[in-house]
């Protein structure tokens, strides 16, 4: 071939395109917005090992907790948008672009989607042996006690705080969402008769539940958990509208060629559907959730949209 050819030739080639073809070609780092150890963690562990495989290069965590994901998300929306550096998004991501004032990026336009991870259940726990053997028993005794129910969830800004938050509305109860710092404080305000109630992710209170400590009284998602088959949602309860669940996955800085996202997405999904990675994500009471980058960015948009309108109806001073 004369060189002019060539040049013509690869003149033809989108760089994007050039690139894409060649990915991946280097090691891919994961960016993840929690500390290691917690469920989070383990999730992008399990998913990127699986991943190294099928790509056929390292697959490396970067653990960058604090600032409600904002060092993780800066660190990403900043990097250069090749497929190399990806972000674990959440529900949480989400609950940060409604809640904070501002950002140092807007969720929506510095990160493309690749793919769901996993979703998990939250649930509404009473003290086992305790007066609420039902959700219908508590809302029975808020709407007949205004401002004496007391419901307990993590710090304020949680996805599952801002959840307590939306069924304060959505039930129409004068009820005080009182924050801990953490579940374990929560678990610990119930078994003291501190609090009568709480509301939290339910992958940490599964083990109290099974050991007749706290008492489900309802999931607030959508559908029922697949590990409390016989617990109603709120909906069949009586709150309407009610559909407050969690979430990850992860993402891309926004302006990735759509070769790449569709190769990660691929990889990713081949790992959600390995029987050694699900078992992983099901020991932590997590459920494996393949998807498209569509699928992902309408979990993220329609998340930022709940939240913010949760956030503006309950009056929740913005950070």
């Known amino acids: 071939m004369q060189r002019r050819d060539f040049l013509t030739l690869a003149a033809a080639v989108p760089l994007g395109a050039a690139r894409a073809a060649d990915y991946p070609s280097r090691p891919i780092r994961i960016a993840v917005p929690n500390a290691p150890g917690g469920a989070a963690d383990i999730t992008a562990r399990a998913v990127g090992e699986h991943m190294a495989r099928s790509l056929g290069q390292p697959v490396i965590i970067d653990n960058k907790p604090g ?3 904002v060092i993780a998300g800066q660190a990403v929306a900043a990097a250069a948008p090749d497929g190399y550096t990806l972000l674990l998004i959440s529900s949480g991501t989400a609950v940060s672009q409604a809640l904070f004032k501002s950002l140092p990026y807007d969720t929506l336009k ?3 989607p690749v793919a769901p991870l ?3 259940d939250l649930v509404i726990v ?4 305790g007066p609420f053997k039902t959700l219908g028993d508590l809302l029975d005794y808020g709407r007949k006690n205004p401002g004496k129910l007391n419901l307990g969830t993590p710090n304020i800004g949680t996805t599952q705080n801002l959840a307590a938050e939306w069924f304060k509305s959505a039930a129409g109860l004068d009820l005080q969402v009182v924050p801990f710092k953490g579940t374990p404080d ?8 501190q609090i009568q109630a709480g509301l939290d992710i339910l ?22 958990s697949r590990l409390l088959p016989d617990v109603p949602t709120a909906q069949e309860a009586g709150v309407k509208g009610l559909n407050a669940a969690s979430w990850n996955g992860l993402a891309v800085p926004a302006g990735t060629p759509a070769a790449v996202i569709g190769r990660l997405n691929q990889a990713v999904n081949a790992a959600l559907k390995d029987a050694e990675v699900s078992a992983k994500l099901e020991a932590l009471n997590l459920d494996p959730h393949p998807g498209t ?5 309408a979990m993220l948009a329609g998340d930022i949209r709940r939240w913010g309108e949760v956030i503006a109806k309950a009056k ?3 950070m």
């Open 110 to 112: 510095a990160f493309a």
């Open 67 to 69: 600032a409600g994901g």
């Open 118 to 120: 996993a979703t998990f």
């Open 316 to 318: 929740i001073q913005k």
């Open 126 to 129: 009473g003290k086992a042996g």
């Open 293 to 297: 980058p569509q699928d992902a960015q």
């Open 203 to 224: 992958s940490p209170l599964l083990t109290q539940i099974q050991g007749k400590v706290l008492q489900p009284l309802a999931v607030t998602g959508a559908k029922r």
């Open 186 to 193: 929560v678990v610990a305000a119930i078994r003291g008769n």
